[in-house]
């Protein structure tokens, strides 16, 4: 039973907490690991995503730093590639401290939260945070709706891996157990179908012979401005019918390939 008080809560007060993947990407320490496991644990969470860790990442110390967070980590989900971790996902938000030429809208740790409350329950959320020595490639930032980064002293700005997951796992907690449980209103477009889509018109523009160098910058442009507009399925559908106009088809994935040859 959970204890009474404003400072208890029941993880079934928000059932959608599975909904929020937090994906550590390219992790070199696995003590960093358990120590983001206990972190997501004792804020309700329990879905932990790694891409391309360390290998082994389950070592006897980040056991020791799970500290009763053990069934985190047994349940981890492991991923060579972060297009593959965030697939399925409809709102994909990056950490950073590190100002970026090229990126999304950027919000604080508490803007988040409140965001969070703006949104359906039905909505694939990932929470992206990069090695600890480096952090998020800008390829990685091109891929989110929103940049996060947390208000710091300018002496000393940098947060460990541990102490940024603990953060953004409280924020969103707080913005889940304050947002009405029901499915939203618009079906977001998932990761897989922007990464098709941004395929597809990188196809149409190189049928058209624009240069290397213009067509990455206009598609990194082009990322920053559609991730701030909030695409939605039938948006990108919409960009699939200008790209074929230029170029051709909609590359297919596997798994459609396979359904057709079947």
Same mark, same amino acid.
């Given at each position: 039973?959970?204890?009474?008080?404003?400072?208890?809560?029941?993880?079934?007060?928000?059932?959608?907490?599975?909904?929020?993947?937090? *994906?550590? /990407?390219?992790?070199?320490?696995?003590?960093?690991?358990?120590?983001?496991?206990?972190?997501?644990?004792?804020?309700?969470?329990?879905?932990?995503?790694?891409?391309?860790?360390?290998?082994?990442?389950?070592?006897?110390?980040?056991?020791?730093?799970?500290?009763?967070?053990?069934?985190?980590?047994?349940?981890?989900?492991?991923?060579?590639?972060?297009?593959?971790?965030?697939?399925?996902?409809?709102?994909? *938000?990056?950490?950073?401290?590190?100002? $970026?030429?090229?990126?999304?809208?950027?919000?604080?740790?508490?803007?988040? &939260?409140?965001?969070?409350?703006?949104?359906?329950? =039905?909505?694939?959320?990932? /929470?992206?945070?990069?090695?600890?020595?480096?952090?998020?490639?800008?390829?990685? /930032?091109?891929?989110?709706?929103?940049?996060?980064?947390?208000?710091?002293?300018?002496?000393?700005?940098?947060?460990?891996?541990?102490?940024? *997951?603990?953060?953004?796992?409280?924020? &969103?907690?707080?913005?889940?157990?304050?947002?009405?449980?029901?499915?939203?209103?618009?079906?977001?477009?998932?990761?897989?179908?922007?990464?098709?889509?941004?395929?597809?018109? =990188?196809?149409?523009? $190189?049928?058209? &012979?624009?240069?290397?160098?213009?067509?990455?910058?206009?598609?990194?442009?082009?990322?920053?401005?559609?991730?701030?507009?909030?695409? $939605?399925?039938?948006?990108?559908?919409?960009?699939?019918?200008?790209?074929?106009?230029?170029?051709?088809?909609?590359?297919?994935?596997?798994?459609?390939? &396979?359904?057709?040859?079947?």
């Amino acid at each position: 039973m959970t204890p009474p008080g404003r400072f208890w809560f029941d993880r079934e007060d928000a059932p959608n907490r599975d909904n929020i993947r937090f *994906v550590l /990407i390219g992790t070199t320490e696995p003590g960093n690991i358990g120590a983001a496991a206990r972190a997501l644990k004792s804020m309700g969470f329990y879905r932990l995503v790694l891409v391309d860790p360390i290998e082994p990442w389950q070592t006897d110390h980040a056991i020791a730093m799970s500290h009763g967070a053990e069934e985190v980590l047994a349940r981890a989900e492991v991923y060579n590639t972060l297009t593959d971790a965030i697939a399925e996902c409809t709102w994909v *938000v990056g950490t950073t401290r590190r100002d $970026r030429r090229d990126k999304a809208r950027v919000i604080t740790p508490r803007e988040w &939260s409140e965001q969070l409350t703006e949104l359906g329950s =039905d909505e694939e959320i990932a /929470i992206l945070f990069g090695p600890e020595k480096t952090g998020l490639t800008n390829e990685d /930032i091109l891929r989110c709706r929103r940049v996060i980064t947390a208000p710091s002293p300018v002496e000393y700005p940098s947060l460990n891996l541990a102490q940024s *997951v603990m953060l953004l796992s409280y924020e &969103s907690s707080l913005g889940l157990r304050l947002s009405p449980s029901k499915p939203g209103g618009i079906v977001l477009a998932t990761s897989d179908e922007l990464e098709r889509m941004y395929e597809h018109l =990188d196809g149409a523009l $190189r049928a058209n &012979s624009l240069e290397d160098k213009k067509r990455r910058r206009l598609l990194r442009h082009l990322r920053v401005i559609l991730h701030r507009a909030g695409m $939605r399925r039938d948006d990108v559908m919409s960009f699939h019918t200008l790209a074929r106009r230029i170029h051709g088809p909609v590359p297919r994935t596997a798994k459609e390939e &396979s359904r057709e040859e079947s």
